[in-house]
């Protein structure tokens, strides 16, 4: 698994679905403790949301 932050793999961190992506096929996040911590930008790749 990658982080969709920083693109490296990852052990540590959290994954959760997009919450703008329609449909049963909702993407899955998956972010790095580090980039968390830090507040990082992250997009899905998916539909485009972009948090924070």
Known sequence: MKCVSCGKDVTNYVAFKCPNC???????????????????????????????
């Open 22 to 52: 329609e449909g049963e096929e909702k993407y899955k996040i998956i972010r790095c403790d580090a980039c968390r911590a830090m507040g990082r930008k992250y997009v899905c790749p998916k539909c485009g949301w972009t948090c924070p």
